[in-house]
């Protein structure tokens, strides 16, 4: 393991360049950290690969980029949710919930999400080898099971070869990862409650193979929009269907936000 140090002898990592490509470097997160703070994100990469970090910080930038206003999600490792949960002021890691404040809909989220279903559900997608990461949606926090944030470069062959197989539409971790954050967009700007997209979508399923998107797509209409919006974003030629439903997203993001 590598440690970079000053004449001081401490890491310069710390606040490093975002382009830090040193993998060793157990503070690699913590610079890229900083990085994902100034495009808004509540971020915990410490125990990210700092490749991984990296992958998320150049998604963040080029979403904003695109859509300037659109609120980016947060992203953390799956054990470690509850912090940026906490950091979101959606989780208070030293009491427990005070109902009293709490309106009905978010004690609802809480005893139904968080205490009981969300820990389980992150829990066991961490467990099962087919979750790269998730996006939590009502939470909005992206979130990464311990295999992944670990060996980078073993996500980045298995998206690869899963979209090989036509599973997946993108091919690669950058993919991965603008797929979560078009669940965020979704939620956002409501793509999926446009009837057109739901047309489409309904002969995708109906009528369509599979590989005129992935298989994922056809599992419901929020998969359908993030493999879309994820090919449009990562992949050098999207295919007609993800071409369509990134302008799609684009052309509602400046109906809700005529002014840019
Ligand atoms: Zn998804």
Redo the contacts with the bound molecule.
Sequence with gaps: MIIKTDSEGKCQAQGGPATCEDTDCPEGGAAKQEVAAKLGVIADYSKFHPKLAIAFNDAFANTKQMLPDIKLPGVTSADDAYSVLAQKGLYDLNQDPDYDVMSPETKKELAYRLAEHAAEKIKKAAESSNFEME?IGSYDVICVPKQNTDDYQKLEERTAQARKEGKVSVGSVQGLIN??IA?GINNQLGISNIPEVRTLYKAFVAYSNPSHLSMRAMSDI??FI?EGWGEYMSEATPRPIAQYLGKTIIDKYNEMYPER
């Design positions: 996006h797929h979560e669940h929020d998969e993030s």
